[in-house]
Each structure stands twice: as C-alpha cells, then as structure tokens.
C-alpha cells in the first residue's frame, strides 16, 4: 500500500485517491520570465517520478502543473525589452520544454496558462466577496480578508498574532489587514494593455494565488487527490490558495500536500546576489552564451543531475555541490558500466516476483523512498556484474527506468565528456573529442598490425591518463568509453 507523508497532517498515511483508480495532482509550477534554474529543476524532477510511479502501481494519473504567464515580473521584463507579454512567456515557455526534454521529464496531462482562466478567477472573487471573505479597497484592489476565514493557518502552522504583531501597515497602505492579499490588482496608469483584463471590477489583472485555485477546480474539480510544489510556497501561496477555495466553495482543496525540501548550491540558498545562481541550461548544456536559445545537452551530465536529485528523498535538504556532482556521476557512471560490460538489447520488462523488485516497489511505496529504491539498483549491479548475469542487468535497467534513468546506450553515455569526472590528482581531466579519439585508436590499430607495440602502448596509456578506457575485442575491433 502506497503511503504519502501529508505536509497538511504532518504524518505519513495510505493514499487512497478519491474516485476508484484516477490519481489527480496538481503541482504549481514556473513563472515563465527568465530561464528555469535548479530549484525548478528539482521540483519538475521530484513529481515526474512520483507521476511515474502512481502510473507503474496502476493509477491513471490526471498530473497538471500550470505556467503563470501574468506577474509583475513578467510586466517588468516585457517593459525593458520592449515586447509583448506573449513574446515573453513564450520564449520562455519554450526554453522550460527544452530544459525539460533534457531531464527526461514527461508532459504533464494539462500545461495550463494563467491568462486563460482570468474569467474563472474573477467567479470565484466574487463569490468570496459574496461570502464576505473578499473587499474592494479605496486604491481598487480587491483583497482577501484573513480574518474572516477561520481555518487560516492550517497547512502551514502559521501564528497569525505573532505574524500580525511583526507587521506594520504601511501609510499608504489601503488593506484592512496587513496580512490580507491581493484577489484582483487594479491597472496602474503606466500599466501596458496586453497587462489588463475588463472585469466587475474595472481593468486589472488576478493577484497571484487566486491562478491556482481557478485552474486547479476547472480541470479536476476538488477535492485534488494531490497538490504539490517547492518548499517556499507552503506559506503564504498554498495556504492563501486553501483560504480562496474552501473559502469559495465550502470543500477540500486537496487531501495529501506534498513540498520538495530546499536545494541549497554550496551551502546557501541559490541568489544571484551570491554567485551562486544556476540555470538548468548552465548545469546541463555544452558551451552556450547567455543569450543562446537553443543549447545542445550534455546528455550523460543532464541524466546525472536528473540522478542527483533522486538519489536523495524528495523531502531533504539537498546541496548542490562540486563533490556532490562528482560523487553522483561516479556512483551513474557505475550503473552504466554494469550495462556496458553485460550486453542488454532493446526495452525490458520488470519481473515484480523477483526479490529485489519487490523491495524496490516496496521502497517506493513508502513516500517515494527514492535513496533506498537506488541502493537496490546498485545491489543489482552487484549481483549482474559478480556473474555477468543478463537476467540481473535487465532487471537493472527496467527498474531504472522507472525513475527515468539508464535508457541510454552505455557506449553513447560513455562517448561524453563530463566536467564532473577528476584525476587522481583533483586536476580537471584533458577533454579529448570523440573524433580524437578515434582517430588515436585508429592510428594505435596501424601500430599494432605493424608489431610496433611500444607506440600502441603509449597511446593506450596517454588515452588512459585523460580518462578513456580502450577494450580489445576478438574480432579485432577496440571498443572505448570515458571513465
């Protein structure tokens, strides 16, 4: 039975979704203004393998994670760069589909916009106003009165006397309650058009947590079986997004709340003001210039950031570091070796009687208990590599890929440079092109068939100092990999 730790209990329990075999799940998802960067690339990962998942145990999943595609942010760049709100969501929502295909991450069931649901926004506003939850203020706005709403505060345990006594209102503040949020924003005079939508309540644009309540209720209706997203939006998004639509509607937003933990780059929270801000693209691209759009994978470091982030639990902190990147594509590089070294051809099913599957699925079934489904994977490995056991190789690689990962050919994952890979001496190893590689190898096959085996030798060795692993094969052939 699969359990789920619920943000909301505060405790694992069974999940049993509410209508027979159909898992709905909404996640929040990118504000498309600027490049995904690795906390995205965490939260995109962590709930594609939990849709994987609820898909291989037999539940047709209903997985939607929207694009907010209206923001001040979003209005900002649009001023700067003068061009359209379109033109900027586009982009990036072209950029996120492209960084997405690189971490194997599959298309959600619904992808939906923001700017589509503003009707459906503005219903549920006046409902909440009809309820006496939401009020007009003096500057136009329309806001959501918290006080008026008693169950306030139960996802994230906030206190709101202590919260309250640690806010002013400002002077030119027009809410009633400095913790009181935005439902409707009035349009500001230097406001561009394409920012504005007619409404009751003149031109505006929906404040940001009445998007999800709307799209979430249109396209699975309530309550959600699961909601889930990063852990900054615990408070004060999700819990804003539970006063709106139990507020509204008199039923559940969601029965288990799920929040990735916090992905931290060298010990710190990831700011640009710190140095150590990184895009999906800087972490998985080959050599692109800032203002490239297309950018070509390094497919073996892509799968190993997509093996990073899974091989610790979904509710960790985890860390973002060079040591931590150079343990994780060895320990990938290790799996991969069990399958290059043992030949496994084609797709594979999993055999779910097979003792190690079953603790695999076992693992899995306790809150996606990703470490311990992967310490099977290498206790596979084990096993296939001790008798070079093609059963075991293949059960490997169909377990993988569950997770999403070892679909690649061993010989193409091998062919990639990585910056992640060191010397014995912890000095950056030389990255030698494929077709330099193959062009010594070929030169080393001329030396041999000439019986000057000093030469093939030094070749051998000088691929063999910069990370390349050469097999001779019976037929003549060598076969290569990086190390």
Not at 8 to 22: G, H, Q, R, W
Not at 367 to 384: C, G, M
Not at 417 to 434: C, E, G, Q
Not at 470 to 476: A, F, I, V
Request: charged share 25%; glycine share 4%; aromatic share 10%.
């Amino acid at each position: 039975m699969l359990q789920i730790y619920n943000t909301l209990t505060k405790a694992k329990s069974d999940f049993k979704p509410i209508n027979d075999n159909v898992v709905n799940m909404y996640v929040c998802g990118m504000t498309v203004y600027d490049y995904c960067h690795l906390g995205h690339a965490r939260i995109m990962v962590v709930f594609d393998v939990v849709q994987r998942w609820l898909r291989h145990i037999g539940f047709n999943v209903r997985y939607v994670r929207n694009i907010t595609d209206i923001d001040d942010k979003i209005i900002n760049k649009s001023l700067s760069e003068n061009k359209s709100i379109r033109e900027i969501t586009d982009f990036y929502v072209s950029a996120m589909h492209m960084d997405e295909k690189a971490l194997s991450i599959e298309t959600p069931f619904k992808e939906p916009r923001a700017t589509n649901y503003v009707n459906e926004m503005v219903s549920i506003i006046k409902l909440l106003e009809n309820k006496g939850l939401a009020y007009k203020s003096l500057d136009g706005d329309v806001n959501f009165s918290i006080k008026n709403f008693t169950n306030y505060g139960k996802l994230s345990g906030i206190n709101l006397t202590e919260l309250r006594s640690g806010n002013r209102v400002p002077v030119s503040s027009f809410k009633a309650d400095p913790l009181d949020f935005v439902l409707w924003k009035s349009s500001k005079k230097d406001d561009p058009d394409d920012s504005k939508w007619e409404s009751c309540y003149g031109p505006g644009r929906p404040g940001w947590h009445i998007e999800c309540s709307a799209m979430s209720r249109s396209i699975l209706g309530n309550p959600i079986d699961i909601h889930g997203g990063g852990p900054d939006l615990i408070f004060p998004h999700h819990e804003n997004e539970i006063a709106q639509t139990e507020g509204a509607f008199d039923v559940n937003l969601a029965n288990f709340w799920m929040h990735c933990g916090s992905l931290m780059v060298d010990d710190a929270k990831m700011s640009k003001s710190l140095g150590n801000y990184y895009t999906i693209r800087q972490a998985v691209g080959k050599k692109i210039s800032p203002n490239e759009f297309y950018y070509e994978v390094n497919t073996r470091e892509a799968e190993m950031l997509r093996f990073f982030i899974i091989r610790s639990h979904y509710r960790s902190k985890q860390n973002y570091a060079f040591e931590n990147l150079v343990d994780a594509q060895n320990s990938l590089d290790k799996l991969y070796l069990t399958l290059f070294n043992i030949n496994v051809e084609g797709d594979c099913e999993i055999d779910w009687s097979d003792q190690f599957a079953i603790s695999f699925k076992s693992a899995m079934n306790d809150d996606f208990n990703t470490p311990s489904a992967i310490a099977i994977l290498f206790d596979l490995a084990s096993k296939a590599n001790k008798n070079k056991c093609v059963r075991s190789a293949k059960q490997l690689k169909s377990l993988a890929g569950v997770l999403g990962i070892l679909s690649q050919n061993p010989t193409v994952y091998f062919s990639e440079p990585t910056r992640y890979r060191i010397s014995v001496n912890n000095d950056s190893l030389n990255i030698i092109s494929k077709e330099d590689i193959e062009h010594l190898i070929y030169k080393r096959s001329n030396f041999k068939k000439n019986n000057d085996y000093l030469e093939a030798d030094k070749i051998r060795s000088m691929l063999n100092d910069s990370g390349i692993e050469l097999e001779d094969k019976s037929d003549g052939t060598t076969n290569w990999r990086r190390t």
